[in-house]
C-alpha cells in the first residue's frame, strides 16, 4: 500500500461553482477524516468517519459542505456553491482504531 | 475543545545547532503525534507519542501527558530539517487538533 491518496491535488473554480474532492485511505484503516488548512495556521478538524459512518462534523462544516464514505474505503468531500473563503488545503487522513493518522498529498482548492 | 500551544512560532538556528521545541495542551490528550509539513504541504509522520521518550536519529521527543505537554527535540540541524512543525492530540479518538505550528528555518 502506498499510502493516503488525494484527488485532485489541485483544483481553480470560479465562485458559486460545485466541487468534489476524494480520498482513498491506507486499506486496512477503519478512520478516515477530513481536515481543512488555511496559510500560517494548523490543520482543522472537518468530519469523520469510522467505517462508513460519519461520527463527528465540526462546525465549521457549513451545510453547503458534505462528504460521505458509502462502503467503509474512499470517502468524498463536496463543497456547493463554493466562496472564495472555501480557498484552502483539504487534507485526508487515515487511521486504525485509537492510533496515528497518516495524512495524504491534500488538495489545494483556489476560488476565483 | 483542548488548546493547543505551540512554541516558539519561529526559530532560526546555524547548521549544527540543537533545538527544543515544546507543546502544550490545555486538557489530557490521546494520540499525541508530531508531524513535519514540507514545502508542498505534505504532513509526514514524526513520532506517534502518547506518554514517554521515543527518538528516531537526530529527532527525539518526549511526552509528559500527566502535565500536558510534549517536546520535540532536533539535534544537529541541517537545513533539510527546515519547515514547519505541528504537534496534534486528540481528547476522544477521534477529533485532533492542532497546534499553529513551529516554523524552523536552519541556515547553511
Known amino acids: 500500500d502506498t499510502g493516503v491518496s488525494q484527488d485532485p491535488r489541485h483544483k481553480i473554480t470560479k465562485r458559486g461553482q460545485n466541487v468534489t474532492f476524494r480520498c482513498d485511505p491506507i486499506?486496512?484503516?477503519?478512520?478516515l477524516y477530513w481536515y481543512r488548512q488555511t496559510l500560517g495556521q494548523g490543520p482543522e478538524f472537518l468530519t469523520y468517519f469510522q467505517n462508513e459512518a460519519q461520527l463527528e462534523k465540526s462546525r465549521l462544516l457549513s451545510d453547503r459542505f458534505s462528504a460521505e464514505r458509502p462502503k467503509g474505503s474512499f470517502s468524498t468531500l463536496e463543497i456547493q456553491r463554493t466562496e472564495q473563503g472555501d480557498s484552502a488545503m483539504y487534507l485526508c487522513?487515515?487511521?486504525?482504531?485509537?492510533?496515528?493518522?497518516?495524512f495524504g498529498p491534500g488538495t489545494r482548492l483556489t476560488v476565483l | 475543545g483542548i488548546q493547543v500551544e505551540q512554541s516558539p512560532p519561529d526559530l532560526i538556528l546555524q547548521e549544527g545547532a540543537n533545538s527544543t521545541l515544546r507543546c502544550n495542551f490545555s486538557?489530557?490528550?490521546?494520540?499525541l503525534q508530531w508531524f513535519h509539513q514540507n514545502p508542498w504541504g505534505q504532513l509526514i509522520n514524526l513520532f506517534y507519542?502518547?506518554?514517554g521518550t521515543k527518538q528516531n536519529g537526530r529527532l527525539s521527543a518526549t511526552t509528559v501527558a500527566t502535565e500536558r505537554y510534549s517536546l520535540l527535540y532536533i539535534s544537529s540541524s541541517q537545513t533539510t530539517d527546515s519547515g514547519v512543525y505541528f504537534c496534534a492530540g486528540d481528547t476522544n479518538a477521534g477529533k485532533s487538533t492542532f497546534g499553529d505550528g513551529t516554523t524552523l528555518t536552519v541556515k547553511p
Open positions: 487522513a487515515s487511521s486504525s482504531l485509537g492510533s496515528e493518522q497518516f
Open positions: 507519542i502518547p506518554s
Open positions: 486499506s486496512e484503516h477503519n478512520r
Open positions: 486538557d489530557s490528550v490521546n494520540n
